[in-house]
């Protein structure tokens, strides 16, 4: 069966400093992956999905950028973190845009 | 882009009681699913429906993508029902990935 590992569960970093979430999934190939950021009591907001290796589209311009290396490992990074990155992150999986899939989310603080 | 709006966004409900969330979208979609978000965030992927009626359970969904709506149907609710709901829509063509959240409905069961 598939699954979807998603780390850290929490985190609190300084403003300015560096951020690497990762995500990877098991049991499928070619997948459709996804990050989404969730402010407090709010939607989810698209940030990148990608249907391949390298291949990436960015929804919302930012100071994030993310990177698919390996089928099935989707990383999320930023140089220097701001206050307003703060939230609730989530990756998503999917196989021919069909039903997604999500991991148990990043809780992200920046202080 | 597309806009993904859901009523209402707040419903509190007793224990037993039966209820109707609505998804409106602006544009035409290939992809429409529905999610759970229980209170310490983790999505559940409830129905893949881009059309037509499915029923799972005390839950069932129907999507008229001609009129550009999606209806979720809850009988019977339990006090886990309680979280958000949320629709999810691809727009456009067949081939598009990017999976664009609604606005959500957040469910309150009381016992």
């Known amino acids: 069966s598939q699954t979807i590992h998603q780390w850290p569960a929490t985190l609190v970093q300084p403003v300015g400093s560096p951020l690497s979430l990762e995500c990877t999934v098991e049991?499928?190939?070619?997948?459709?992956l996804y990050w989404y950021r969730q402010a407090a009591g709010r939607g989810l907001q698209l940030l990148f999905y990608s249907v391949g290796i390298g291949q990436i589209s960015s929804e919302v311009p930012q100071n994030l950028s993310a990177s698919r290396p390996q089928d099935r490992q989707f990383i999320l990074s930023s140089k220097k973190l701001l206050l307003s990155d703060s939230g609730f992150y989530l990756c998503?999986?999917?196989?021919?845009?069909?039903?997604?899939?999500f991991g148990q989310g990043t809780r992200l603080t920046v202080v | 882009g597309i806009q993904v709006e859901q009523s209402p966004p707040d419903l509190i409900l007793q224990e037993g009681a039966n209820s109707t969330l609505r998804c409106n979208f602006s544009?035409?979609?290939?992809?429409l699913q529905w999610f759970h978000q229980n209170p310490w965030g983790q999505l559940i992927n409830l129905f893949y429906i881009p059309s037509g009626t499915k029923q799972n359970g005390r839950l069932s969904a129907t999507t008229v993508a001609t009129e550009r709506y999606s209806l979720l149907y809850i009988s019977s609710s339990q006090t886990t029902d309680s979280g958000v709901y949320f629709c999810?829509?691809?727009?456009?063509?067949?081939?598009?990935?990017?999976?664009?959240f609604g606005t959500g409905t957040r469910l309150t069961v009381i016992p």
């Open positions: 999810a829509v691809v727009p456009g063509q067949t081939g598009a990935n990017n999976l664009f």
């Open positions: 049991g499928t190939s070619n997948p459709n």
């Open positions: 998503a999986w999917s196989v021919s845009a069909r039903r997604a899939f």
């Open positions: 544009d035409s979609v290939n992809n």
